[in-house]
C-alpha cells in the first residue's frame, strides 16, 4: 500500500521496488557469500536480521530524491517506515548524478565525432570505388542505361560497407561493455555495464544497423550523381 501511494504522490518515481524479508536475505547471502565471517554472523543471530524494504529509484536528480524521504518522513508513512536511508546516501546520490550528467555529455559529443568521422570513411569508400568503375559508368550511359539501373549495384556496395560496419561496431561495442564493466562497478556500484548493453542489445542493434545501411545507401547516392551528370 505504502508504494502504491507514493507513485501517487510523487510523479518523478522511475520504479519503486518492494524487497520482502526473505529476498533481502537471499540477496545478502549471494552479495557476501565469499565472506565466512558475515556468514558465521549470520548463523550466530539465528533468525533473520533483515526487514522488508522499498528501494526507490527516481529520474536521477538528487532534489527528487530529498523530495520521496520527506514524503516517507510525514506522520503517515512515520509509523510503517523504520528507516529512510536518504541522508547517508545523499553524497553518493549527487556524485553520482555528477558523473552520470558529464558522461551523457561527453557521450553525445563524441557520438557527433564518431558519427562524423563515420560518414567521411564511408563516402571516401565508395567514391574510390566509384571513381575506379566511372569508365563503366560513361558506357552504360552511353548505351542508353538509367540512372537506376546504373546506381543500383552502387547502392548495394554501400548497403554492404553499412552492414560490415554494423557488425565490427556491435561486436566492438559488446567487448567494451564486458571489459569496463569491472572499472565503471567500482564507480557506480550496482550498475552492471554488460547486462545493460545485453538487455537493449536490439535497439543498439537497430540503430547501429539503420545508420551503417542507411550512410552507404546515401553515400553511394551522393557519390555516383556526380558521374551521372558527365
Not at 523504520?82 to 559529443?109: A, C, P, R
Not at 572499472?183 to 550498475?191: E, N, Q, R
Amino acid at each position: 500500500n505504502v508504494k502504491d501511494q507514493i507513485v501517487e504522490m510523487s510523479p518523478n518515481i522511475k520504479n519503486v521496488e518492494y524487497v520482502s524479508q526473505d529476498q533481502a536475505l537471499i540477496i545478502f547471502n549471494e552479495t557476501h557469500r565469499d565472506s565466512p565471517i558475515l556468514a558465521r554472523a549470520l548463523q550466530e543471530v539465528g533468525n533473520n536480521p533483515f526487514l522488508p524494504s522499498l528501494n526507490i529509484t527516481t529520474n536521477g536528480d538528487p532534489l527528487e530524491y530529498a523530495v520521496v524521504s520527506n514524503i516517507l518522513q510525514t506522520s503517515d508513512f512515520s509509523k510503517l517506515i523504520d528507516k529512510v536511508d536518504f541522508s547517508q546516501k545523499k553524497d553518493t546520490i549527487e556524485k553520482v548524478y555528477s558523473i552520470t550528467k558529464n558522461m551523457n555529455l561527453f557521450g553525445l559529443i563524441l557520438g557527433i565525432v564518431l558519427i562524423l568521422v563515420a560518414i567521411l570513411v564511408v563516402l571516401n569508400t565508395i567514391k574510390l570505388g566509384v571513381e575506379s568503375s566511372k569508365e563503366e559508368i560513361s558506357t552504360m550511359k552511353i548505351v542508353g542505361a538509367t540512372d537506376w539501373f546504373i546506381r543500383g549495384p552502387f547502392i548495394i556496395q554501400g548497403i554492404i560497407y553499412g552492414v560490415v560496419a554494423f557488425v565490427i561496431c556491435i561486436l566492438l561495442s559488446g567487448l567494451t561493455a564486458y571489459f569496463l564493466t569491472p572499472k565503471i562497478s567500482v564507480v557506480l556500484p550496482g550498475f552492471d555495464m554488460f547486462s545493460y548493453f545485453l538487455t537493449n542489445v536490439w535497439i543498439f542493434v537497430l540503430i547501429q544497423l539503420g545508420f551503417g545501411v542507411g550512410v552507404g545507401a546515401v553515400s553511394a547516392l551522393v557519390v555516383v550523381k556526380k558521374y551521372l551528370d558527365i
